[in-house]
């Protein structure tokens, strides 16, 4: 059982859409990332997925509409919602979902990371 | 689909120790809550709990050790490990656990808080 200090695992690692796992509840896992630019559009067929925005401001556009999100603000896309996430500048998020999850879902692709890294 | 702002939905109650679901994620629940004084020991013995200070700060008592947590910082609590949280001042808390999980666990009382609100 660990203290974790979010801002303190941020600062371990600089790239972006690499999502790093900081803890696990049950079978699910904790992850911070930092985003900028566009992603892909893609969905996870069989989950749910939480973003919380730690610091910096972020939009995920939806087929039919864009949601923006600040500092201190979450959604959860639900299961198969085709999505793309994007920033303009750097954004630090926590992401929610199943141990196993694939960032780019049914994408895979150049932006798909490495799934079980630590830090 | 929603998008939450956790500081807007905090502006919605102030009661201590009742726990709020503001979004659920697959058959998880997340909730926010309100803590000042002393909670009861418990555990519960099918789940982990996910601790997350938003404002504030607080301590977890555990059996042989005692976790000072402040805002930007977490915690997982696992299964099975008995724990008393407390907060000499008020702090604003989410908590994450799959939905149906009673506050206070295995020590049913008079903290036991009622299972379902949503805000």
Not at 53 to 76: K, R, Y
Request: hydrophobic share 40%; glycine share 6%; aromatic share 6%.
């Amino acid at each position: 059982m660990e203290k974790i200090n979010l801002q303190d695992k941020l600062s371990l690692f600089s790239e972006h859409w690499t999502p790093k796992i900081v803890e696990e509840l049950n079978d699910y896992q904790i992850k911070l990332v930092k985003i900028q630019g566009e992603f892909v559009w893609h969905d996870h067929a069989d989950t749910d997925e939480l973003f919380l925005v730690i610091e910096g401001s972020m939009e995920i556009e939806f087929e039919d509409h864009t949601m923006s999100l600040e500092a201190g603000e979450m959604c959860v896309v639900p299961k198969g919602v085709r999505h793309k996430p994007r920033a303009e500048n750097e954004c630090k998020l926590m992401l929610i979902e199943p141990r196993g999850v694939v960032n780019t879902g049914d994408a895979e692709g150049e932006l798909t990371a490495e799934n079980d890294v630590w830090i």
